[in-house]
């Protein structure tokens, strides 16, 4: 019987496997290839120029600016999604008022749970359209317009937003913006997740630190936060990719994409810069192909910090 | 509870993860961007042409064959378009022409170049292919053939019924790669209506702006607004003062990448008129993209806006009754060079791809599209002028006659740039400069010397090929 089922199983798998060989994988491989050749991307004739695409890169002053505008989110949007999310989900789950029922969540928590989901049912593309009106740098703006009826804000010099390149705490004004927007956008997916994990955390620990006299405070720090360990380092994983891509947002939201002046520049729109503007494909794939390599190093680093005995209940 | 190692045997979110990054499947990121510059193997391409050639089918397009068009539905729409495929099946009813329209034609188009293009793309829009690099890869098709072949519906040829300059623009390296079927004039925007009952003269110079703008922020109004989201809006508006100001020859030799081309005598002071428009805030408060501003200057709330003639046809729904959109030249100063030169270059570009299946009724629905019932209708239907001569003749509109009048007062030259088109890195540097001179964070001076900075890393960089500007 054993032979049959791996027959079963192989019979199952080996057309997803064939699919995602031919078109992931296989793509991928031949980025690679392309990133060791001059290839402009409209012909079918490319040189080979073995690493003077990787040379290059190492150089290129566009980069350096990219790569620090990308560290930037890689520490910001995981820190600050995060924070909000479990805080979120704190309030959600545990922060209510204990009674004979036990520990709940605050007063409508099935109700904010839908509120702080939504952004996740919308596509980027869509959130950052709609941000675009939020953003508005006139006094039809949501926030400039709200700001400018109520004086907070002078109607002849209103808020830039994503127009603004001047440095706030170092950096430029239009990463805060940005940011600003993938937290409010993310921050529902891992609440829910969070939740979800609090919610497996058995209620009798929580009951045992109260009546031990644990505040509120104590409760988060001491209990929950060891418990969701495992969860939050996955999350922390998963939002540095979305970190070091955030490509949607600056690709609409941005003047000139990568505006003003290069102050949101980032990876990939150096990448879309370099191949469909410039028509140097081999460079932009190898600036790809370093971006994946960072990527993966990245992750491999995070769960190894992270790695540590699991605690089972 | 119990505390435990890991146990390897569970496959929990985290080890699931591992493994996963392992096998390169999560490194999300790169990896999309990784796919996007995949290609694919070429495919052979069927021959359209071959039929006998003759006045009325110069290119020898094959009865039965197919012809696939791709249109830009951007400003001017693509009605115009589908009036062209009418008068082309006129004279070519067994062909088949499968058109299709979009705002994304790099995004759709330029994947399939290397193996199976469509027929004729129309290459425009902010999501337009680098025609450099279409050309330096060989990937378009010259189209001199075009040029010498009859007309579709008058004397002589295709080339003696365009309009002066449109030659030129779609020629480089001495071949004509692009037809450009539109022509547009660019300069100052203002509501005659407006104006009229305000008693306000529309100024022809600097000076005569910067007299007329208190009188204009008066009434409540700023006196100029542009789009603060597109470096080349505000590009253009540059470009045409330096030409105005110094002449033809410092903007060709700033083509050309000449040593100090940007540091000729009089460029920083052609542009101290726009840095000093920004300081004395005359522009409309707030970043606004181009459609925005559009709008603003529509509702009354600027006096001027810097636009081309698709202006009309792209906000044509929200135009208010009685606005008369007049269209006057870009200011100069009293001492410029050439002031009456006209910024106006013919766009809007089809290009054939080297590789397209159907070359010669691509071809031939060119002809088609310059012809002259084709370009009428361009003119009728998106309100701006067509590059074949005359098409704007029989069309009753103030938009339109305020360009075709700022056409017959110009200088003996037209405005035109070519650096944007030869060189990317240049066109980017360009963009983000002139919107930082705009925002008010750089001078007149300090813009000229980041962009003489730009233009020297280019001409130093071996990796881009360079192009020369003749005319």
Known sequence: ????????????????????????????????????????????????????????????????????????????????TIALALFLAFLLNVGGREDRAG????????????????????????????????????????????????????????????????????????????????????????????????QSIPKDIYEAAILDGAGRFHTFFRVTLPLLRDTISVAWVYLGFIALDMYALVFVMTPSQGGPNHASEIFASVIQFNAFQKGQFGYACAIAVALAIFTILLAAVQLRITRRERIEF | MSVSPENIGDLSRRTLLQRAAAAGLLAAPAMGLLSACAGSEPSKSDNGGGAAKSKDNPFGVKDGSAVKVVVFNGGLGDQ???????????????????????????????????????????NSGADMMDRSTLINEGAIEPLDD?????????????????LPGTVGDGTQNGKFYVVNVAYTVWGNWYNAALFKKEGWQAPTTWDEFFALAPKIKAKGMAPYVHDAAHGYYPRWALMASIWKACGKQVVVDIDNLKENAWKADGVVKALEPWEKLVKDKLLLPGKLDHTQSQQAWLDGKAAFIQVGTWLKNEMAATIPPGFELTLSDYWHNADDKAPKDVFAASGEGFVVPSKAPNKEAAKEFLRAMLSKAGSAKFAELTKSLASTKGSGDNVQDTALASANTLMKNGGTELISVKFQDFYADLDKESQNLSEELMAGRLTAQQFVDKMQAAADK?????????????A
């Open chain 1, 103 to 198: 520990i709940r969540g605050v007063f409508g928590s099935a109700l904010y749970k839908v509120i702080f989901f939504f952004p996740q049912v919308l596509s980027l593309v869509v959130i950052a359209v709609m941000w675009q009106q939020i953003y508005r740098t006139d006094s039809q703006g949501l926030i400039n317009g709200l700001l400018i009826k109520i004086g907070l804000v002078d109607a002849d010099n209103p808020i830039a937003f994503t127009a603004d390149p001047e440095p706030f705490l170092g950096i430029p004004a239009v990463l805060w913006w940005l940011l600003l927007i993938a937290v409010w956008s993310g921050a529902g997916f891992y609440m829910v997740l969070f939740s979800a994990a609090m």
């Open chain 1, 1 to 80: 019987m054993r032979h049959g089922v791996a027959r079963f199983v192989t019979g199952f798998l080996a057309l997803p496997v064939a699919l995602y060989l031919f078109y992931v994988v296989w793509p991928f491989v031949q980025a690679a290839g392309y990133s060791l050749t001059d290839w402009g991307g409209y012909s079918d004739s490319q040189r080979f120029v073995g690493l003077d695409n990787y040379v290059r890169l190492l150089s290129d002053e566009l980069i350096r600016k990219a790569f620090w505008h990308n560290v930037f989110f890689l520490v910001t949007v995981p820190l600050f």
């Open chain 2, 146 to 162: 075009l040029l010498t072949a009859p007309a579709w519906d008058s004397e002589g040829t295709v080339a003696d019924s365009l």
């Open chain 2, 80 to 122: 115009w378009a589908k009036e062209d495929k009418v008068i082309f099946s006129a004279k070519h009813p067994n062909v088949t022409v499968n058109m299709s329209s979009t705002q994304k034609i790099k995004t759709e188009e330029q994947p399939k170049m290397a193996t199976q293009p469509s027929d004729l793309v129309m």
């Open chain 2, 458 to 470: 280019v001409a130093k960089d071996s990796s881009i090929k360079k192009q020369t500007r003749t």
